[in-house]
């Protein structure tokens, strides 16, 4: 840090250091006196101010950005404290900017330590010790303006004159590596936290390794004490600020107030907002505002004049009025001629007073048209289902029943059996099947074919169910002239008295051909009772009842045949 001095009272003179740049640049305006090396400074102060500016500006509605700027003013006073020494020869010129430039670095430490905290976990034990480092420096600031407390006279070096450091600026120069210490030890935490964010660790990273950097610039500290070396450590600071400017540009270190998080919601917010206030006129509009009413600037102007759908505009008013508090979906043609579908909200801005309002309009048209669109494909949906269903059911049909006489077929009657054979044996009652074959079936097809043996099938299928038309039976065709009769709740006797009205019926259809002849049929009856571990099973049953049907046969045609009985009725 270059120090001036404050009072040509010693002066030394160092002829090993006379450069011959000051003679060779002879143009001089009292007590300044130009000279090439001064221009790198000049561009460092220059660019500095620029990022200083443009920081500031762009976050000076936060803490942050004015502690930026507070620290900001120290950097750009050293390095033009520093380029003066190289064109100051008037020693109460060089010490009244020394007063000044080391009153502005000592404030610029305790706000790089503020930063610090703002930039790294904000802990809030530590306001007691900023308000502590402010204290300090402000102590050491008032009493250099006052007296030249931290310099005691000037050295002349050869290339340009510095101040001479007293023990008071030993202890300031302690104070501000303290000061810095306590930084780099917030950014090394706050960089080494694994469980911090990526982003918050880089910029740590960053002004950890700046500041560290920016410690090679207490050579500008060794001219006070007499040692011959020119002020080049502030281009160092320079380079250290450069990235603190570059941390509070790239990582918007701003705190999160209500107020920017207010305007940061209206900005973003899809929902059209505007705040009416008693008289009708329009306070405020988000620019999704502006865009559903088709007004750049509706702010200012009546309410009748932003919303000129009149449906829109009397629901609006109702609900300002205090008529309807509850949301509405209104139907709404923007300027444009599209229809749309706004849901309306409107709430008092003070609740329990009277005054504005706050009107949100959600503008739910796509929500709608997908819900319609939603509804459409249900419907179709529901339809298609209904259909399936319906050929499904067609295909169990087909699947379950005979294409000839409409009967149920082989396959569901092993099905149906099994759950009727379970059903009686839970109730512990009678289960009746009887097997019927039409007689010399085979002949008849060979007399009057195929068309007219289909025609028997069925009159043979009406039959059996005329005869079995109580709830719970079954009827089915398992074969090319058998058929199978099943009778819960019926023991032997039922059976057989079933079996002789399905031969009476076939008798009587007799009558009704006119060219077929008499027909008869044999059938066999098995009946059991599925109780106990020797009940047997469907199958069994149905084995039984073709056994009798067997005898049936045997022994002529028009026979009833009961399994286990001597001979066939």
Known sequence: M???????????????????????????????????????????????????????????????GRVYLLYAIGPIAWMAWSGSTYVVTDPHLAESLCGITLALITLSTPALYQFAILAGERPSRARSKVRLAWAVAILFAVAQFNMPLLVDGIHRFGWGVTGRGSRWLLLLIGYHLLLVALCLGNFWRAWRNPTALCAYRSRNRLLFFGLCLSLVSVIDVLPGFGVPIPPVGGFFIVAFFGVISYVAWRYRLAEITPEVAAAQVLTTMSDALLVVDSDEVVRLANPAAQRLFGDDDPVGRPLARVLLDSGVLSEVRRRLNGQSPSPAQLDYVDRNGQRRVLCLSVAPLRPHQRGGHICVFNDITALRQAENERERLSRSLETTLNELAAANWRLQRKQERDAVTGLYNRRHLEEALDRMWLGAQRRREWLALLMVDIDQFRAFNETYGAVRGDELLRRMGAVLQEAAHFPGNLTARIGSDEFVLVLPGTDVAGAVRVAERVQRLVELSVGQEDDTGRWTVCIGIAAAMPAGDDAGTPQTLLRAADTALLEAKRHGTSRICVANAPSPA
């Open 2 to 64: 270059a120090l001036p001095g404050a009072a040509p009272t010693r002066r030394r003179i160092v002829p090993g250091l006379q450069g011959s740049i000051r003679s060779a640049v002879p143009l001089s305006i009292g007590s300044i006196q130009f000279s090439p090396l001064v221009l790198p400074y000049v561009a460092a102060v220059a660019v500095m101010v620029a990022l200083a500016v443009g920081v500031a500006i762009r976050e000076w509605s936060a803490p942050v």
